[in-house]
């Protein structure tokens, strides 16, 4: 039986993409998931697919921006679910605007919705993780911390900064057995990645193949971390 049975996961960014495959896969292995982002009437779909196929689900409509959103979610997660075992910090958007044509406005809300979001959902979920003692963090980067594309300084650096992120809390919450991984994605086919880059169909990755990978570096003993995976095209024209 996998770890993930009955364990309670939070997904951020679970309304399309990679979050929703997330919810899905999560749930699959008998996760009980909690969904976050802004769009509620997509996470109510998602929610009612769940519960029709016998999982557990909860809807949280949530900017992950807004710290005082971030503090709502984790409190209905645990009023519905009582704990969390697993953050997937998924959320995210691209930018494709050269550094000499960035409004301030855009640069902030990038770095913002990228990493910022994460640092809040950590901070919410660690204090609950040390109580019971274990738990796992996921950061959801990019190909982009490794190699940047051109005209993304702000994407760019919002996925560097959250390898960062990712680095400094897997080292501070290890003592807690909370084990902090980050999954570096190549192009999927999302609505964000459908933006990045015109591969062919059948050379970019499905939001549920990159689904399995997170669900994986999840479903291990809580004593390990997968801490890093980085899964890109292999193939390229
Ligand atoms: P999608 O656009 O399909 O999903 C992005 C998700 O983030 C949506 O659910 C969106 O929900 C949510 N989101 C955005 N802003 C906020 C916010 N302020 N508050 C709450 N939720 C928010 O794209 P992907 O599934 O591709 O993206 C998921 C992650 O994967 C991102 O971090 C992205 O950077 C990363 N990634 C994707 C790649 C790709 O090729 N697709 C490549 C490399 C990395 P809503 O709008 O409802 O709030």
Redesign the pocket.
């Known amino acids: 039986m996998s770890i993930l049975a009955g364990r309670v996961a939070v997904i ?9 495959a997330c919810a899905l896969a999560f749930s699959a292995k008998g996760a009980r998931v909690v969904l ?4 509620a009437e ?2 109510t779909q998602l929610v009612e697919r769940i519960e029709s196929g016998g999982g557990q689900a909860l809807a949280v409509s ?4 807004d710290e005082a959103a971030v503090a709502a979610l984790f409190d209905a997660a645990q009023t519905r679910f009582d704990t969390v075992d697993v953050l997937v910090n ?5 930018d494709s605007t050269p550094a000499d044509a960035m409004p301030l406005d855009l640069w902030r809300k990038v770095i ?3 990493l910022t ?1 994460a640092f809040l959902c950590a901070r919410a979920a660690i204090p609950i993780m040390k109580r019971q003692g274990h738990g796992r963090i996921i950061n ?5 911390a490794k190699v940047p594309r051109a005209n993304s300084p702000a ?1 760019t650096a919002s ?1 560097w900064g959250l390898d960062g992120l990712t680095r400094a809390l897997a080292i501070d919450c290890r003592a807690d057995n909370i084990a902090v991984s980050v999954f ?10 459908g933006g ?2 015109s591969l062919p169909d059948d050379l ?2 499905q ?1 549920e193949d ?1 689904a399995d990978v997170i669900v994986h570096m999840a479903d291990l003993p809580d004593h390990l971390n997968f801490y890093e995976a980085l899964v890109v095209q292999n193939k390229i024209p």
């Open positions: 951020t960014g679970a309304s399309s993409g990679i979050g929703a976050a982002a802004r769009r997509r996470l949530t900017d992950v921006t998924n959320a995210g958007i691209a913002d919705t990228n979001s959801v980067g990019s190909i982009s994407y996925k570096h994605p190549g192009i999927v086919a999302t609505e964000l990645g990045l880059s970019v990755a939001p990159a």
